[in-house]
């Protein structure tokens, strides 16, 4: 039986993450998932926590946050996948506010499809269509000089002039989507 992690951000969305975990959970326990469920507890802490589930063996890692739970959970998973040959897949339910990646990705943003999208596709990529990343090939996020940071999803990028640079590598990351989704 796949193993499946549920990592969900309470303060995504402000507030709403914590909210809306019991909904989550309540409804992949009535879709049939057998899965564990966190909430990550500070800045980084998805990252570690994903990365922790890939090296103990899970198949999916579900980050239900925003953006940055998001980031977090591919980074870890990203780090996981250079460590060891296990393969874990990346699961999305938006409970954040802009929730751009998921929107990109086609994730349903109601959470109830998501969940039937998580519980359908228990932890494997087999017979689901992938998206590939072609057009951004690296983004930059700048702090005001100063004292201002940059925010993203109620998290903190960086800090007083400081830059953040993401590289995002075309081809390497596939995302899961359902076959009904494909033609929005």
Same mark, same amino acid.
């Given at each position: 039986m796949p193993k499946n992690l549920i990592l969900v951000n309470p303060i995504a969305g402000r507030g709403n993450g914590a909210k809306l975990s019991p909904s989550i959970e309540t409804t992949l326990k009535h879709l049939g998932l057998d899965f564990d469920l966190r909430h990550t507890e500070f800045a980084g802490h998805a990252i570690q926590l994903a990365e922790q589930a890939a090296a103990h063996g899970y198949d999916l890692v579900v980050a239900a946050g925003g953006d940055s739970t998001a980031n977090e959970v591919l980074? !870890?998973?990203?780090? $996981?996948?250079?460590?060891?040959?296990?393969? *874990?897949?990346? @699961?999305?339910?938006?409970?954040? /506010?802009?929730?751009?990646?998921?929107?990109?990705?086609?994730?349903?943003?109601?959470?109830?499809a998501a969940c039937i999208t998580i519980a359908s596709m228990k932890g494997t990529q087999a017979g689901h269509p992938t998206m590939r990343t072609d057009r951004v090939a690296q983004v930059t996020v700048s702090a005001l000089? !100063?004292?201002?940071? $940059?925010?993203?999803?109620?998290?903190?990028? *960086?800090?007083? @002039?400081?830059?953040?640079?993401? /590289?995002?590598?075309?081809?390497?990351?596939?995302?899961?989507?359902?076959?009904?989704?494909?033609?929005?």
């Open positions: 980074n !870890g998973l990203m780090q $996981a996948a250079q460590n060891s040959s296990h393969e *874990c897949a990346m @699961g999305l339910i938006s409970v954040g /506010r802009g929730n751009d990646f998921a929107f990109g990705a086609r994730v349903p943003a109601k959470l109830q000089k !100063g004292s201002l940071p $940059a925010h993203a999803d109620g998290e903190t990028l *960086c800090v007083a @002039g400081e830059s953040l640079q993401a /590289r995002i590598v075309p081809h390497a990351l596939q995302i899961m989507i359902p076959q009904e989704n494909l033609n929005q």
